[in-house]
């Protein structure tokens, strides 16, 4: 077992990486109505507002592979930030992005402003993939485009903790969805990017 204690602000973070984090087991998520006519839209209609606030319209990753995780500062999981930073330093040349939309959707794991989770991110990460403001991934209050996949993929591939990925071809078509406890650098997950990555973009 190992223990990790991140100090924020004068604030104690306690991370417990483990095996398999006790609320990721026990949590059951609200349901996340799927988006009207989801399969006739691609990840490119959707705009979203980067953490700084600034717009950030999906179609400005068109012809990219994106690869969009829930994320969150205060989670058993949170390390993951690391495998993502190098994957998307890895793939970038090729035309890939990682892009985190941070959540307190799952027991309440993030902080409540965007400079927070911004600073914590740069700080204890130096993060260079772009992040969208805080917002819900499931239920009701779901921003568009995870009600879009929710519709696209089906709620047994919804997120069921933070750091669910949703993986996203150079045509804005959704190509699946890897839970929680799959790595960022899991061969199942860089497979997919590569394969991903060889294919053409269409409009």
């Not at 602000?9 to 398999?20: D, E, K, P, R, S």
């Not at 591939?157 to 699946?176: C, M, V």
Request: proline residues 8%; aromatic residues 10%; glycine residues 10%.
């Amino acid at each position: 077992m190992m223990r990790k204690r991140w100090i924020v602000g004068g604030a104690a973070a306690v991370l417990i990486a483990v095996g398999g984090a006790v609320g990721y087991a026990k949590f059951v998520p609200e349901a996340t109505p799927p988006l009207a006519n989801a399969a006739k839209l691609s990840a490119w209609d959707f705009k979203l507002t980067a953490i700084d606030g600034e717009p950030m319209p999906m179609s400005k990753y068109k012809g990219q592979v994106v690869l969009l995780v829930n994320s969150a500062s205060k989670c058993g999981y949170t390390p993951q930030y690391d495998g993502l930073q190098k994957l998307h330093l890895d793939y970038r040349p090729r035309g890939f992005t990682v892009l985190a939309v941070p959540s307190g959707d799952f027991l309440g794991q993030e902080f409540a402003s965007n400079k927070e989770i911004s600073g914590f991110c740069q700080t204890k990460f130096g993060i260079k993939f772009p992040m969208a403001e805080k917002g819900h991934v499931v239920g009701a209050g779901a921003i568009p485009i995870y009600r879009w996949a929710a519709g696209v993929l089906g709620p047994e591939n919804t997120p069921k903790w933070n750091f669910h990925k949703y993986l996203i071809g150079r045509d804005g078509r959704l190509i699946a969805a890897f839970p929680t406890k799959t790595e960022p650098t899991d061969p199942v997950v860089t497979s997919a990017i590569e394969k991903a990555l060889k294919a053409p973009a269409k409009a």
